[in-house]
């Protein structure tokens, strides 16, 4: 079955860095869409990133454009989201999502169960 399985969460200072992992198995990881989304606290979800399996061509929410940056080793079944210059506002817990086909366009089917990231002082 389709398992997604988050690291690399933790507690960093305001302009610090870290790097999430997304470790994938039970499916054909090379072929579909990737994403991260995020849930910061008492809000709902918001989309952070995509990566299409076709070019790896990447997407990213205005909040994020510039500091994050995903990528994806198929050789590895494994989705990263490198994040720099981390804000207070960053802070939420932070899910990999599979897309429902190469594209990314027609949505996400199977989440992982997240990584919290605290950006404070």
């Known amino acids: 079955q389709v398992q997604l399985v988050e690291s690399g969460g933790g507690l960093v200072q305001p302009g610090g860095s870290l790097r999430l992992s997304c470790a994938a198995s039970g499916f054909t990881f090379s072929i579909y869409a990737m994403s991260w989304v995020r849930q910061a606290p008492g809000k709902g979800l918001e989309w952070v990133s995509d990566i299409n399996s076709g070019d790896g061509t990447t997407y990213y929410a205005d909040s994020v454009k510039g500091r994050f940056t995903i990528s994806r080793d198929n050789a590895k079944n494994t989705l990263y989201l490198q994040m720099n210059s981390l804000k207070p506002e960053d802070t939420a817990v932070y899910y990999c999502?599979?897309?429902?086909?190469?594209?990314?366009?027609?949505?996400?089917?199977?989440w992982g169960k997240g990584t919290l990231v605290t950006v404070s002082s």
């Open positions: 999502a599979k897309g429902v086909d190469w594209s990314g366009y027609y949505g996400m089917d199977y």
